[in-house]
């Protein structure tokens, strides 16, 4: 993954000299990782549901980053067959993580911006930003209680929303071939991952509702 995240960011052309290197940086990051306090937390004091979501998160992370390579080397000529994939494969594997933990939401999130990020324009990935903070704010998931007010909340998601739609304007206007495809590839990816939610945790809390009876029409 350390690989694919280079050639993303740097835009360097893949070799064995970069493929050896992000081996090994990135086995002495694991290794660290692994013999500092919270690796050491998760592996042998918190129960084993923390690694196996990590697990899924680096797996949807590297879908994503050898997606975003491919984007990056053909552009709007991605072939979809052999590219899509990896993008299906990372909301898959996102949305099983949040499945077993919803703190992988995080991870989702902040993935989700860098999409905005790579494959629309600033302006978007600004309003979407500020939008999804004050959703948090709005919705208070998690501890997001101890750092927004839903108020300022509902401020920010409404200047985020129209911040967004400037940049989304923006785009359209410009006629960026790549703005619509990056878009297009963007709501696969939010298609895929809400998808795999339904299917895959749906019946489960339905199932749960109905045995609880709780459940309602």
């Known amino acids: 993954m350390l690989k694919e995240a280079l050639l993303v960011f ?8 970069t493929d050896q290197t992000s081996f090994l940086v990135g086995r002495g990051l694991l290794l660290m990782w692994l013999t500092s306090g919270m690796g050491a937390f998760l592996v042998f004091v918190d129960n084993k549901t923390d690694m196996g979501v990590l697990a899924l998160t680096i797996l949807a992370l590297f879908g994503g980053m050898i997606f975003l390579n ?13 590219s899509l994939k990896y993008l299906i494969l990372s909301a898959l594997f996102f949305g099983f993580a949040v499945m ?5 939401f995080i991870d989702v999130v902040i ?5 905005v990020g790579f494959w629309l ?7 979407t930003g500020i939008a ?6 709005v919705v208070q998931p998690l501890f997001a209680s101890a750092f927004i007010t839903p108020e300022l909340g509902k401020w920010l998601f409404a200047i985020g929303i129209v911040i967004a739609v400037i940049g989304g304007i923006r785009g359209l206007i410009s006629r960026n071939d790549q703005f619509s495809k990056g878009f297009q590839h963007i709501v696969i990816w939010g298609i895929t991952l809400i998808a795999t939610l339904f299917l895959f945790k749906g019946p489960w809390v339905l199932v749960s509702s109905i045995t609880a009876g709780n459940f309602q029409i």
Not at 100 to 104: F, G, I, M, Q
């Open 121 to 127: 324009n600033t302006t978007t990935l600004v309003g």
């Open 10 to 17: 740097g835009r360097k052309e893949s070799s064995e000299e």
């Open 100 to 104: 077993a933990k919803p703190t992988a």
């Open 132 to 137: 999804t903070l004050g959703l948090m704010g």
């Open 111 to 115: 993935f989700a911006l860098l999409l």
């Open 70 to 82: 491919h984007f990056q080397k053909k552009g709007i000529d991605t072939d979809s067959k052999q």
